[in-house]
C-alpha cells in the first residue's frame, strides 16, 4: 500500500492551519517534498508551472492537493471549478481540508469531484484517513 | 273602553256580518279571483318563512338574526292576513281580521325599523368577490412574509455555519498546537517558542471572532431603536475621529459633497454603513496613487429618495468574478487586508431590513462606488 508521495500541496490561506499540516505530513513521511499556496489562484499558478511539461515526470507536480474551502481571492471551490476545467495536472487528487461543517459544502465538494472531505485539524488519524482515500 | 271589551267578546263571532259572497255583487269569476289569488299568496307567504328558517338554522354564523325572525313572523302574518281575506267569503270574521292586520301593522313596523338600524351594517358586509380580493392581498402579505422569514432563516443558516467556521479554524489550530506542545514536553524537549507564539496568536483570533459576532448581533438585534434627525457631517467627522490613526496610516483625504445635510435615521445604524465604506476605501487603496474617498449625499430625482455615495480611488474589484461573494459573511477578496469580512454583509443586512438597497460599481485598479439607497 502507497502510504508516501513524492509531492503534496496545501492551500490554505491560515500560516498556523498550514504549519500545523507540514509538521503532520513530515512526521508521518507522507510526502516528499511539501508545497504551499495562500489561496486558489497561487495554487493554479503553481499547477501550471510545475505540472505542464512531461507532467508525472516533475517531482514537484503534487500527486495530493489538500485544498481549504475558505479563502480569499480564489476560494477552494472556484479553484475546483478552475481545475476540473483544465488539464493541468490530471493525475493530482484533491483532499479538502477545512474547518467548515456546513452540508451545502460537503455537497459542493462532491458535486465537483473530490477524493475527500477531511475536517481540520489534520491528524495522524486523519493522515491515515487520507492514504485510505487514495489507494480507494 | 266598552267597544274595546266587546270587541275582544265577540272576537270569533261572525254573524254581525254577512260572509262577503252575500254582501255586494259577486259574480263567480270575480269572487274566485279574489279568493285564489289570496290563497296563493297566503301559500307563497307561508313557504318564504320556511325557507328562511331552514337557512338560519343551518347557518349558525348567519349575521343579523334578529331579523331574520323579525322578517319570518312578519311575512307569516302577511300569509295569515291573505288567508282570511279569502275565509271571509264563507266565514265573516271580521273582528279577527282586523286583530291580525293590526299584528301584521305593528311587526311591519317593528321590521322596518330594524332594517333602518341594520342596513348600513348590511353594506359593510363584503361581497365574494371583494372576500375574494381581501383573502389574495392577505396571501400576498402572507407569502411575502413568508419569503422574508425564509431569507432571514437561510442568512441565520449561513451566520451559525460562517461564524462556526471562523471560531473552529483557530481552534482547530490551538488543538494543534497543544497536541505538539505535550508531544514536546512528553519527549523530554523544550517548547518551542514559535509554537507559543503561534498558541498566543490563535487565542487572540478566537477572541477577535467573538468580538465581531457579538458586535454583529448586537446591530441585528435593535438596528432601528436611536432614529433620529442626523446630521451627515457629523457623523463623518466622528467617524475620522474616531478612526484617524487608520486613515492617516493609508494617507486617506476624505472629500465631501453633501447635498442633503441632515435627514432622519437610525444614527448607529448610519454610522454603522459611513464607517465600513470608509474603512473599506482606505483598506483597498491602491499603492499607485494617492488614495481619495468622496462621500456624497443627495435626492434621488426619480424616487425621492436620499442617496449616499461613497467613491474612492483604490484597488477595485472585479466584479464579472467576485460580485456574489462581496457580500457574504467573512469572505474577503483581497489576502493583504486586515478585517473580518464582515463589514459589507452586516451594512447590507442593515440596509436592506429598512427596505433600502446597497449597489456597487466597480473597475480594476481605477476605484469602487458603493451606492445606498435608502
Known amino acids: ?136 | 273602553m266598552e267597544q274595546i271589551l266587546e270587541f275582544f267578546r265577540l272576537l270569533f263571532q261572525s254573524d254581525s256580518w254577512p260572509a262577503r259572497w252575500s254582501c255586494g255583487n259577486w259574480t263567480g269569476f270575480h269572487g274566485w279571483l279574489y279568493i285564489l289569488s289570496s290563497f296563493l299568496i297566503s301559500a307563497a307567504y307561508l313557504a318564504i318563512p320556511f325557507i328562511l328558517y331552514s337557512y338560519i338554522s343551518r347557518r349558525k354564523d348567519t349575521p343579523f338574526v334578529k331579523v331574520f325572525w323579525l322578517f319570518i313572523i312578519f311575512i307569516l302574518s302577511c300569509s295569515l292576513t291573505h288567508l282570511l281575506d279569502g275565509v271571509i267569503f264563507w266565514i265573516p270574521l271580521y273582528r279577527v281580521n282586523a286583530l291580525l292586520l293590526c299584528c301584521t301593522a305593528i311587526v311591519s313596523w317593528f321590521t322596518v325599523f330594524a332594517l333602518v338600524r341594520t342596513l348600513p351594517q348590511v353594506f359593510l358586509l363584503r361581497t365574494p368577490a371583494q372576500s375574494e380580493q381581501i383573502i389574495a392581498e392577505r396571501t400576498f402579505e402572507l407569502n411575502q412574509s413568508n419569503q422574508l422569514l425564509r431569507k432571514m432563516n437561510r442568512d441565520l443558516d449561513n451566520y451559525v455555519y460562517a461564524a462556526s467556521h471562523d471560531l473552529k479554524s483557530p481552534i482547530n489550530n490551538l488543538e494543534g498546537l497543544v497536541g505538539i506542545l505535550l508531544d514536546d514536553i512528553a519527549d523530554g524537549k523544550v517548547p518551542e517558542k514559535r509554537i507559543v507564539d503561534k498558541i498566543q496568536q490563535s487565542v487572540v483570533r478566537v477572541q477577535g471572532t467573538i468580538k465581531t459576532l457579538t458586535e454583529v448581533i448586537s446591530l441585528e438585534k435593535n438596528p432601528y431603536e436611536d432614529v433620529e434627525m442626523i446630521l451627515v457631517s457629523d457623523v463623518l467627522n466622528e467617524i475620522v475621529f474616531e478612526n484617524e490613526e487608520l486613515i492617516k496610516r493609508y494617507n486617506l483625504t476624505i472629500k465631501q459633497e453633501i447635498h442633503l445635510s441632515e435627514f432622519e435615521y437610525s444614527r448607529s445604524g448610519f454610522k454603522s454603513i459611513l464607517y465600513n465604506l470608509i474603512t473599506n476605501s482606505a483598506k483597498y487603496s491602491s499603492p499607485e496613487r494617492k488614495p481619495e474617498a468622496c462621500v456624497r449625499t443627495f435626492i434621488d430625482k426619480e424616487t425621492g429618495k436620499l442617496i449616499l455615495e461613497v467613491e474612492d480611488n483604490g484597488l477595485g474589484i472585479d466584479l464579472n468574478r467576485h460580485q456574489n461573494k462581496l457580500f457574504k459573511m467573512f469572505k474577503r477578496l483581497h489576502d493583504h487586508v486586515e478585517g473580518s469580512g464582515i463589514g459589507l454583509y452586516s451594512i447590507k443586512q442593515l440596509i436592506e431590513r429598512k427596505g433600502g438597497t446597497l449597489e456597487v460599481e466597480s473597475q480594476i485598479n481605477q476605484g469602487t462606488t458603493f451606492r445606498v439607497r435608502f
Open chain 1, 1 to 136: 500500500m502507497k502510504t508516501t508521495y513524492s509531492c503534496v500541496l496545501i492551500v490554505d490561506d491560515d500560516e498556523t492551519s498550514i504549519f500545523l499540516s507540514e509538521r503532520i505530513i513530515a512526521r508521518n513521511r507522507f510526502a516528499y517534498e511539501i508545497h504551499t499556496s495562500f489561496n486558489g489562484e497561487e495554487a493554479m499558478n503553481f499547477l501550471k508551472e510545475n505540472c505542464e511539461q512531461l507532467q508525472s515526470s516533475i517531482a514537484s507536480c503534487p500527486e495530493v492537493i489538500l485544498l481549504d474551502i475558505n479563502m480569499p481571492i480564489m476560494d477552494g471551490f472556484e479553484f475546483m471549478k478552475e481545475f476540473n476545467a483544465s488539464t493541468v495536472s490530471p493525475n493530482s487528487k484533491v483532499i479538502i481540508l477545512t474547518s467548515s461543517s456546513n452540508p451545502r459544502d460537503v455537497e459542493m465538494a462532491k458535486e465537483l469531484g473530490i477524493t475527500g472531505y477531511i475536517n481540520k485539524p489534520l491528524t495522524d488519524d486523519k493522515i491515515r484517513e487520507i492514504q485510505d482515500l487514495l489507494i480507494n
